[in-house]
């Protein structure tokens, strides 16, 4: 079972992620999570990374998959995942299954913003209106080329993610169901 979940920052990946996960019993994985501690632990890959998270731009594939191939192979031979904020560019997405489901948490870009400014994780890219508007255009550049890919799979499902995150949940479920 693999799931990867697209959507703009602030659609609400992580809380989806976490709840889909769980429900389906296997492991969720979010890559900015993963890049994060990597980057806050002081490695030499970690202090490759940092500048890259701070600026909102995507970490390079390279470094990118040293830190979530592991992770990701690991989950696999447990059963499965849900990815959240992988795969982003269409490089990263020829690393996974072709038979993965892709789940879009569809969101308008004022209303991820509106979201984004409003969230208090502590997050220095979630401060700056400046580095939110580049995370947005790097998501339509990079990562919504993917919207088309898992389409032309018939392996999409795309989901009106402003709603309740109960009421979004519900509809990745029913929307997993309807295809089982
Ligand atoms: P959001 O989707 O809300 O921006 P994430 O926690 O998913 O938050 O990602 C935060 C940052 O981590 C991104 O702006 C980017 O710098 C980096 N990142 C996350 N996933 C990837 C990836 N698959 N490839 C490259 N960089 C990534």
């Given amino acids: 079972m693999g799931i990867v979940l697209l959507g703009p920052p602030g659609s609400g990946k992580g ?3 976490r709840l889909l996960a769980e429900r389906l019993g296997v492991r969720h ?3 900015g999570v993963l890049l994060r501690d990597e980057a806050s632990s002081g490695t030499d890959l970690g202090r490759k990374i940092a500048p890259y998270l701070d600026r909102g731009e995507l970490a390079p594939d390279d470094l990118t998959m040293a830190v979530v191939e592991p992770a990701v192979a690991a989950a696999r031979a447990e059963g499965g995942y849900v990815l959240d904020g992988f795969p982003r560019t269409l490089d990263q997405a ?10 879009h948490l569809d969101l308008p870009d004022d209303v991820a913003r509106v979201r984004l400014a409003e969230r208090d994780e ?11 508007d580049h995370r947005l255009r790097v998501y339509h550049e ?3 080329p993917l919207l ?5 799979r018939g392996r999409l499902i795309t989901v009106d993610a402003d ?3 109960e009421a979004v949940a519900g509809a990745i479920a029913a929307a997993l169901e309807a295809r089982s």
């Fill in 15 to 17: 809380t989806q992620g």
């Fill in 29 to 31: 994985l979010s890559t």
């Fill in 94 to 103: 020829s690393h996974l299954p072709e038979d993965d489901i892709a789940v």
């Fill in 122 to 132: 502590g997050r220095s890219d979630d401060d700056d209106p400046t580095v939110i």
């Fill in 142 to 144: 990079r990562t919504a």
């Fill in 148 to 152: 088309e890919l898992y389409g032309s």
């Fill in 163 to 165: 709603q309740p995150p």
